[in-house]
């Protein structure tokens, strides 16, 4: 995966991250915000912290021990979304807030931008997204609204 390149709602600065297992929700959250974000799924400790190395990822894990292990890892101690969502915002003050649609949040594959095909008239939003590298589809929906509003609660209750 070509980490340069710039898709619209992501920029060449962001911090892209390396989420443990113990981390799925806020995995797929950071990919909903547009970030580059992989998962680390069955791997040991040290080839987790080495992945995060060797691919200039920021480590977010849970295990105390795995983030003594990756340098500028970001240890995340609770177990509920908005608070690990809180606590990524607080190592990284300019994290976005709304969805990007330019992730995949099943497997981080970059969308694109498609025609809605299947005839789904009911929806006034024509705007469908597809992932090149599984296949899924996205659009605006309860979803996406579900998202908004988790988001705009922790906008809400941010530090000033
Ligand atoms: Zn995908």
């Known amino acids: 995966m070509n980490g340069e390149r710039c898709g619209f709602g992501a920029t060449m ?8 297992e113990m981390l799925g929700r806020l995995a797929r959250y950071l990919r909903i915000l ?8 069955g791997v040991d400790d040290e080839a987790i912290a080495r992945r995060a190395s060797e691919e ?6 849970r295990d105390r021990r ?16 908005l608070d690990q969502l809180r606590s990524v915002r607080a190592a990284w003050p300019s994290l976005r ?3 990007a649609f330019v992730r995949c949040t099943l497997c981080n594959g970059e969308l694109v931008s498609v025609r809605d095909d299947r005839g789904e ?39 000033p």
């Open 121 to 159: 008239g009911g929806s006034p939003s024509s705007h469908v997204y597809r992932c090149p590298q599984c296949g899924h589809r996205y659009w605006e929906g309860t979803h996406t609204r579900d998202i908004r509003a988790l988001l705009r609660t922790l906008e809400a209750t941010a530090p």
């Open 66 to 81: 795995l983030a003594s292990r990756s340098p500028g890892a970001l240890l995340v101690t609770s177990p509920y979304l």
């Open 56 to 61: 200039g990822r920021r480590l977010v894990t």
């Open 97 to 99: 807030l709304a969805p």
């Open 34 to 41: 547009g970030y580059d974000t992989e998962y680390a799924q």
């Open 13 to 20: 600065t962001d911090p892209r991250w390396l989420v443990d």
